[in-house]
Nanobody, 117 residues
Framework: QVQLVESGGGQVQAGGSLGLSCAAS?????????MAWYRQAPGKQREVVAR???????EYRDSVKGRFTISRDKAKNTMYLQMNSLKPEDTAVYYC??????????WGQGTQVTVSS
């Protein structure tokens, strides 16, 4: 069974930074087309924040471009999200996900990020 475990969430003031990690129980070097970070704020739908493909191409939602960076370390089977210049509207539960893989879609349990003004 494939598992994803997020870590690194917490509370920070506006303008601050946080880094999230997502450790996979399987190799992320093969069998995965894309991995992504999603977030869900209270009362809102889950939305994709950033995505990284197997060729390491990345894409970001407009509201986080220039502030967030997605990356991964294949040797550690871990994906990261570095979040800088955080805003109160970035407050949400953040989820990592494996997309389009031989295991289908896989979700982590989520980690809370709270940005205070």
């Amino acid at each position: 069974q494939v598992q994803l475990v997020e870590s690194g969430g917490g509370q920070v003031q506006a303008g601050g930074s946080l880094g999230l990690s997502c450790a996979a129980s399987v190799s992320i070097s093969t069998n995965i087309k894309t991995m992504a970070w999603y977030r869900q704020a209270p009362g809102k739908q889950r939305e994709v924040v950033a995505r990284i493909a197997d060729d390491d191409n990345t894409e970001y939602r407009d509201s986080v471009k220039g502030r967030f960076t997605i990356s991964r370390d294949k040797a550690k089977n871990t994906m990261y999200l570095q979040m800088n210049s955080l805003k109160p509207e970035d407050t949400a539960v953040y989820y990592c996900a494996i997309e389009r893989s031989i295991w289908g879609n896989v979700w982590g349990q989520g980690t809370q990020v709270t940005v205070s003004s």
